[in-house]
Nanobody
Framework: QGQLVESGGDLVQPGGSLRLSCAAS????????MDWYRQAPGKQRDLVAT???????DYADSVKGRFTIFRDNAKNTLYLQMNSLKPEDTAVYYC?????????WGKGTLVTVSS
């Protein structure tokens, strides 16, 4: 019924940039609020950014001014543009879709920020 597939995770140096993608099925993408979460080793999974079906976006304080979440409705794809990356951004990043009591998770993509 629904599938989310993340891509774009990589090893980058501090101060670098990276763009993550999340490909979604059309029936999910057309109505769902979409999120990016991240989970560092030994830590809980935290919400990074959210975007609604009408393009209202919000961000965690830790990434405000550095990350941008946006969606391309024609491609049914969610993106996270990450700039000025810091070592503390290192985590597995997960795409998440939600619509009322229905939710879907991607399997995650690893971002490592290190010199």
């Amino acid at each position: 019924q629904g599938q989310l597939v993340e891509s774009g995770g990589d090893l980058v140096q501090p101060g670098g940039s990276l763009r993550l993608s999340c490909a979604a099925s059309k029936n999910v993408f057309s109505v769902a609020t979409m999120d990016w979460y991240r989970q560092a080793p030994g830590k809980q999974r935290d919400l990074v950014a959210t975007i609604t079906s009408y393009n209202s976006a919000d961000y965690a304080d830790s990434v405000k001014g550095r990350f941008t979440i946006f969606r391309d409705n024609a491609k049914n794809t969610l993106y996270l543009q990450m700039n000025s990356l810091k070592p503390e951004d290192t985590a597995v990043y997960y795409c998440h879709a939600r619509y009322y009591d229905i939710e879907y998770w991607g399997k995650g993509t690893l971002v490592t920020v290190s010199s």
